[in-house]
Structures are given as structure tokens and as C-alpha cells.
């Protein structure tokens, strides 16, 4: 607080600070100075994964609050009326796969595609359950292969850890 508020500094200040109290628990810990910097970047990356993580919410209530929302249904729903309720489905799995690319973090992807994908399932005859597993299964598939996903983590970690009992 006293940076912030009293000596009004910004991010740039706050940021060396960071990286100043870094260098000096890792020397009172008595680490190397290989091992601090891999333990700093180690923790910003982590940093980075839960700030990318909560996008998702952020973007579901810009589009709510910023009434974006029932345009972009309103555009969806004719554009997929002439199409069958099956290809309709797939085309919004094979979306919600793509968005989970740029929307790691599952609540914050299906606050933004239930809220989207809800009205436009009942608009082109789709029943709620088809709706969210919609949502469900283009998470689950990209999970399996996207780097940002924790369960990608665990199952590389699982491989390297088979390959070495396999040696």
C-alpha cells in the first residue's frame, strides 16, 4: 500500500519491486542464481496461467453489460436457420472447440458460451441438454491436446513419467 498509494507508483515500479524482493528471499534461502531466476519465471508462468485463465468471465460480462450479446445471437440464429438442427449442433461444438483456444478457463468459456449458445439452441430448435454438450465436448477434446489446459499438463507428466518406467 505504501507504494501504490503513498508514493504513487505504477506497474513499472511495482514490477522492479517484485523482482528486487526475488533476488533477496533467494539469497537469504541461500539459492543460486540459476535457481532464483527459474523460480521467479516458474512462478510469473503460473502468474500468466491464471490471469489467461480469467478472460473468459471478464468477456461474458462485457457482452452482457455492453448489450453485444443479443446482436450476436440475433446474427447467429439467421444465419444458421436454413441449416438442419444436427449440422447446426456440430457447428457449435466445432466453435466451442475453436474458442476454448483462446478461453482456457472452462467457467469463463461456458459463461460466455452458455450465455451466447442458450438462446441460439432454442432459436434454431435445439434442446438445452444438446446446447451444453455442445460446450462440454469441444472443451473435453481440446483439453486432451491444448498446452494452456492443466489436464494436458498432468497427462504429459504421466507420459514422461511412463516412458522412464518403460526404460
Known sequence: ????????????????????????????????????????????SQLVKGIYRRYGGAISVVLQ???????????????LAPVHPAIAAVGMFISAALMHFGISSG????????????????????????????????????NSISPTSGRFDGCAGNRKYLLRQMD
Not at 522492479?16 to 539459492?31: E, K, N, P, Y
Not at 453489460?65 to 444465419?79: A, H, K, R, T
Not at 449458445?117 to 473435453?140: A, C, H, I, M, Y
Open 65 to 79: 453489460q455492453g448489450n453485444i450479446l443479443d446482436p450476436i445471437v440475433g446474427f447467429l440464429s439467421v444465419l
Open 1 to 44: 500500500m505504501v507504494g501504490t498509494v503513498q508514493l504513487h507508483w505504477a506497474t513499472n515500479e511495482m514490477s522492479a519491486m517484485f523482482i528486487i524482493l526475488s533476488i533477496i528471499v533467494g539469497i537469504t534461502g541461500s539459492m543460486s542464481g540459476s535457481a532464483i531466476a527459474n523460480t521467479f519465471l516458474a512462478g510469473c
Open 107 to 142: 467457467s469463463g468459456k461456458s459463461a460466455l458460451l452458455i450465455s451466447v449458445f442458450s438462446p441460439l439452441g432454442d432459436n434454431l430448435g435445439l434442446t438445452r441438454q444438446v446446447t451444453v454438450q455442445t460446450v462440454l465436448l469441444g472443451e473435453g477434446i481440446v
